[in-house]
Structures are given as C-alpha cells and as structure tokens.
C-alpha cells in the first residue's frame, strides 16, 4: 500500500490529511496560514509539517506518492499560481516550489475545483466521468470533471461558474465588478439580496419582516411553512438557479450536478425546486443529469487534492 | 508513416479522407448519404468505399491506424450515437459496427465536435490546449477542446452553446423547442431577425430595407458602409455574441474561441466588433482568451475525425 497527502489551504487555515491510495482518509489536521510577509512563509510551514508526520510516524518516504494541494485562486494545469489577493501571493509555480519543500511530487489545484474532485470521487459525484460542483456559498463557485480530469483552464480560471452572466440589465455590482452575475443571486447572500428586493417591492406581511436579519436559511424555513412571500422568493431563486445550472450543462453534459455550500443545507427542497426549472432551460439532450448534494463537507478539498495527486503520479 | 481516415458524415453527402499520421490529407472523396431506411445503407457504404480506396491504391492495412468520424447528432465518448434524426438513426454504437464492417478500430464523435478538433490540430486553433469553438451558421454549433481532447459529455451533447440562454423573456420559440437560445440571436438566421426587429421598430430610412430577403452580409456590408440602422443592428449581435461567449469563457477559460461558419466571413470586422462586449461580459481572470477565425472551412470535420482515431489509436 502507497500514501499521500491532500492540502486544503484556506485564508486562516491550512487543513492537511494523509490518506493510503484507496482515498481512506488516515489523519487530518490544521495549520494556521501566515500570510504576513506576502505570505512567504505558507509552503515553508505546510512542507514542515508534512515532514514532521512523516518522522513522527515513522513513515517510509518511499511510500509516498506525492502531495496535492488546493489554492483559494487561479492556478493552471502546469501548477503556475496567478497571484492569490487573500495570501498575497503573486504568479509563481506552486507545484515546483512545495516540492523542492517537501521532497515529494506536488500538484496544484484551484480549491474550488480541488474540492470537485474530492466530491467526484469520495462524496456526491461518486460513479459519474462528468460531473459540475457547485458551492453555494458567499460567493458561488464551482469545478467540472470532464471524463475524470479536472477542467483547469489556460489562466487556471476554469469553472469560474459564478460568473456567467444571469441579467444583463442588472444595476448593481458584482464583487467581481461585473454587473449581473449567477453570484448576485444565487449565492447565500444573492438569495438575501432577492428578499430583501421582494420585500421592497410589496406591502405584503411575512415572518420575514420580522427576522432582522434575514438569513438563507430564513427564507427555506419560512417558505417551508407555507408563507407566500418566501415561496415567492424560493420560486425565483429556482428560476435563477434553473436558468444557470440548464446553461452549464447545456455546455458541459454532466452525468451529475453536486451542489455544495451553506444554501445546500436546504437539502432536497432545494434540489426538488430547481429541477422544473432546470428542466425548461436545459438543452433536451443533456437535460438527463441527476441532482445530488455534497456529501464530504470541508473534507472535500483534502480528499481532492489526494487525489490530484494521485492521478498524477500514483502511475 | 502510418495513416488512416476521416469521414465527416453530412445528411447530403460523405465526405472521406485519407491521411498521414502527421495530418496531411493525401486525398479526398465524396459519396452520397443514403438515408433511405432508416440510413441503414450508410455505414455499409463508407466502409465499401474505404476498402475500395485501400485496394485500388494498394495500401497495406497493416499501415492502416484507424478511422475517425464525425456525426450529426449526439455521440458519447464510447461511441454511443443517441439518435441523429436527419439520418433516421437510433441509439446505437457506431463505432462498433462501424470498426466491424471496415476492419479497423473506429472513433466517433458530434460532428460539430469533431470539426472543433480539426481547428484545434489544423486550423484556427492550431498551438492551443484549450479552445472553445464555434460555428455561426444557420444555428449556432460548438465544439470545446481540454488539454487537447473533447468534451464529448455524458448524453453526447457536449458544448451545445448554442442552446445557452440569453433571453429567459423571448417569446418565439428556438428550434429546440426552448425561449431565448444563442441560436436565436447569434446563427445567420438570428442576426437578420435583429434586424427585422430593428427595421419594424423605427421608421429610420436604411439600404437593408430595399434589400428585399435580407441576409447576415447585407447587414455587415452596409454596416461597414456606415448605415446608422445596420451599424446598430451589428451592435446588438455583438453584444449578444460578447455575453454568450463571455459566458462560455468564465466556465472553460480558453486560449482561443475560433469562430467558423457563414457569419465568420465577416472576418476580423466580427472579431474586432464582439471584443469589448466580450471583455464586458467575462471573468476577468478568462479575459485573456485571443480569437481568431475558422481556417479549414468545409475540411475540419475529416482533418478532427482522423485526429479523433490518431489519438485514440496513434500509440
């Protein structure tokens, strides 16, 4: 049996795991992310402790395959990071810096699409060759298994679903700062930020006016109780969410569709509300795909990037 | 040298080519598609025709590496052809029966795939890993290229961009059968009904108006004459053409979209008009996807068919 290690790394944490090459997850653990210093010291640190498991469990490092990691910004094919703003990282290869680091091979994944990986292979997409994730979360992000290889686009941009455009007519920016991105509505905050529009626009009473601040959940239990303004917001938020999710796999013919992220908490209303929607823009040849939720949480990204690296050098 | 063919199969005719294994067409032919019951003549034809050439130029099957085709209608990774109603055809392996009658291996794919392989290797596309191709014709086609290979997708109907919404609030249908397609806006078809729209909605004077039928050319032809109505219509398409490509690009982040099909005789008057929409519409870290023009018109199918088998069976 060989070994290896998936790298998770976030803005305030760095989650490691060791896992053999079937993908069962050995160990798990967390670092903090130090960015100061334009955060120089970030691989430094992970390939320290890595190397510290390794002797403290007296491992052979000739059972290691290789370490995959997944990175909170672009990072293409070839492992060339294209500056990450929350690390203060600038564009560099990250799959050859870590491994002078470590010792072992690295690859290199975007975290969004990492995490689509891990799904695909341990979590909801389990058996699919194609497959769309979606983290509905913040923000709305996203990574696509194409017959069992992650899509990571020239400038490691692939997937950048949250970003297609939804309404050309939209006033508002996006954090991107295009106007009318699938993130300003169909993220936990573009949900709230229909609400709070449908609020604005009628005189009508709901439990809503009363809850502060609304929240995503908010608006699922309310529209689960039967409350007309929040089934109002929930049927526009499956259209938006209908229309997206029909237009990618219009493009990308996906067996499953994983949704991820807090609004995914929703569970099978949500995936039950999308899929008439789903249906009616959806190209008729592709509109078999299954609906699924995320099933691996915030272990997907460790498991997926075992597996980048697996599939690199597991041979 | 080794070699073998790629037949780009029409609902009029077969077009059959024969190559090296470096891709030089060595000779080309053409045989009628026999649609006639249920097009079960079809494949019994190509392969006649195939082992014809063989005999007559006395090439050793020995030399023979495979043979690649492109179909109209879905074909899944595994050759699985799931229904091309032009040719009465219904789900089955084409490249199955197709590699038994000839006596090699086969490989198939969407014909619209297969000629974004052929720009890829050949044409338009030639040096990139990844690309997104489209085709501006009577609908609107694509084809899209990962690290060199198809996105065929699970049904066979991978990259049907042209079924992407653009306008959830049309009101005429698209042959699809859906509201508000690319095709609708974007084919040869889609940019003249722009246009109609346009003259019915203004009283402005305009050359298009005493044209009779218009077509896609008048209206890019007195654009460039400077008519203030046709430079407006141009705008609109451009616009349209910037969102949907934008969109495609935020998902699959290419090197290069290459455009081909009747509307693409435009030429960079078209590349030059839908630039700042596109760069409008995209995510900013796929903005920097050049695009370029289709160059092996009517060939690129059989130029991605034999690259299809090279690939598949090449070695």
Chains 1, 2 share one sequence.
Not at 94 to 120: H, M, Q, R, T
Not at 134 to 143: F, P
Not at 177 to 190: H, M, P
Request: negative net charge.
């Amino acid at each position: 049996m060989r070994y290896g290690f998936g790298v998770d790394l976030g803005g305030t944490t760095v989650k490691i795991a060791y896992f053999d090459e079937n993908g069962t997850m050995l160990a798990k653990w967390e670092i903090p992310t130090v960015t100061e210093h334009n955060g120089k010291q970030i691989l430094p640190d992970i390939a320290a402790s890595i190397r510290q498991f390794i002797e403290q469990k007296m491992i052979d490092s000739a059972d290691i395959i290789g370490v995959g990691i997944g990175v909170p910004g672009p990072v293409n094919g070839k492992g060339v990071v294209n500056k990450c703003i929350n690390l203060g990282w600038g564009v560099f290869n990250i799959a050859e810096e870590l491994s002078a680091l470590v010792g072992f091979p690295v690859k290199a994944g975007n975290d969004a699409n990492v995490a689509a990986l891990g799904e695909y292979w341990k979590g909801g997409g389990k058996g699919c060759e194609n497959m769309v994730f979606v983290t509905l979360g913040t923000g709305v992000g996203g990574g696509i298994v194409v017959e069992g290889r992650l899509l990571h686009g020239t400038h490691g941009s692939g997937a950048e679903i949250g970003h297609v455009v939804l309404n050309r007519n939209e006033e508002e920016p996006c954090n991107c700062g295009k106007r009318g991105c699938v993130e300003q509505y169909c993220s936990a905050t573009g949900i709230v930020r229909l609400a709070k529009r449908a609020l604005a626009a009628s005189q009508e009473d709901s439990p809503l006016r009363r809850c502060g601040i609304i929240t995503a959940k908010d608006i699922f239990d309310w529209g689960k109780e039967g409350d007309p303004l929040a089934m109002q917001i929930l049927d526009q938020y499956y259209d938006c969410m209908g229309e997206f999710l029909g237009d990618v796999c219009s493009i990308v013919d996906p067996e499953a569709v994983v949704l991820g992220g807090g609004v995914s908490k929703a569970g099978q209303m949500l995936l039950d509300g999308i899929r008439p929607y789903f249906d009616k823009y959806v190209f008729h040849a592709a509109s078999g795909a299954r609906f699924a939720l995320a099933s691996l949480g915030n272990d997907a990204g460790a498991y997926g990037a075992f597996k980048l690296a697996l599939d690199a050098f597991g041979g």
